[in-house]
T-cell receptor
Framework: DAGITQSPRHKVTETGTPVTLRCHQT?????MYWYRQDPGHGLRLIHY???????DKGEVSDGYSVSRSKTEDFLLTLESATSSQTSVYFC????????????FGPGTRLLVL | EDKVVQSPLSLVVHEGDTVTLNCSYE??????LLWYKQEKKAPTFLFML????IEKKSGRLSSILDKKELFSILNITATQTGDSAVYLC???????????FGAGTILRVKS
C-alpha cells in the first residue's frame, strides 16, 4: 500500500468552527489531491496540488482552502464548517505524468452538527 | 461539463455468476480511464486503460476501453462474495492529472 495517512480519522464539530484535515505521504509523490465522497455522487475533487506551494481548485472548492508547505503534507481547511460539508474526505497521491494512477488514503469521516 | 456515468447503479448476483459493469464518459482532454474497487474503506486501484480495444486482465477481472464510442466495461467472472464492493470508474484528465469519477456501481454477491 502507498504510504498515505490522514488525520484525524473521525471528527465531530459544530457549524461555524474551523476544521483542518491533514494528509501525509511518505512516497515523495509530486501530486496530492483532496476529494469528498457523498452518497450518489462518487468522489468529487475539492483541491489538488502539483508541487510545494502550487495548488489549484477542483469542482467543489467553495468553502475549502488548502496549503502545501512540504512535499509530504497537504492540509485541507474548512474555514467555517457547515452541515453540507459533512462527508468522508479522501486524500490521494500520484507521481504525475510518469505514473498517473492515484492512490488513496484511508479517509476522514467528518460530521458537522 | 465533464461527465462519467456508470450503470447499473446496483446489482445483486449469486456466486459463480458473471457480471458486466458499464462506464460511459463525455469529457474534454481525455487521457486514460481507471477502475477502482471500494469496500468499506479507501478505493483500491484495479486497471488503467489508455488505448482502445486492448483488454486488461487480472485474475477473474478484465476491462476494455472503446474510445470511439466513449465507454468502458469491467467484467467479473465466477463472482465470489469477496467481490462485493462499490466499483468506481474515473476518467483521468490531461491537465492537472485530475480524475472525474462516476457515482459507482454497488455489487453484492450472494452465497
Amino acid at each position: 500500500d502507498a504510504g498515505i495517512t490522514q488525520s484525524p480519522r473521525h471528527k465531530v464539530t459544530e457549524t461555524g468552527t474551523p476544521v483542518t484535515l491533514r494528509c501525509h505521504q511518505t512516497e515523495n509523490h509530486r501530486y496530492m489531491y483532496w476529494y469528498r465522497q457523498d452518497p450518489g455522487h462518487g468522489l468529487r475533487l475539492i483541491h489538488y496540488s502539483y508541487g510545494v506551494k502550487d495548488t489549484d481548485k477542483g469542482e467543489v472548492s467553495d468553502g475549502y482552502s488548502v496549503s502545501r508547505s512540504k512535499t509530504e503534507d497537504f492540509l485541507l481547511t474548512l474555514e467555517s464548517a457547515t452541515s453540507s460539508q459533512t462527508s468522508v474526505y479522501f486524500c490521494a497521491i500520484s507521481e504525475g505524468l510518469a505514473g498517473a494512477t492515484q492512490y488513496f488514503g484511508p479517509g476522514t469521516r467528518l460530521l458537522v452538527l | 461539463e465533464d461527465k462519467v456515468v456508470q450503470s447499473p447503479l446496483s446489482l445483486v448476483v449469486h456466486e459463480g455468476d458473471t457480471v458486466t459493469l458499464n462506464c460511459s464518459y463525455e469529457v474534454t482532454n481525455f487521457r486514460s480511464l481507471l477502475w477502482y474497487k471500494q469496500e468499506k474503506k479507501a478505493p483500491t486501484f484495479l486497471f488503467m486503460l489508455t488505448s482502445s480495444g486492448i483488454e486488461k486482465k487480472s485474475g477473474r477481472l478484465s476491462s476494455i476501453l472503446d474510445k470511439k464510442e466513449l465507454f468502458s466495461i469491467l467484467n467479473i467472472t465466477a463472482t465470489q462474495t469477496g467481490d462485493s464492493a462499490v466499483y468506481l470508474c474515473a476518467v483521468l484528465m490531461e491537465y492537472g492529472n485530475k480524475l472525474v469519477f462516476g457515482a459507482g456501481t454497488i455489487l453484492r454477491v450472494k452465497s
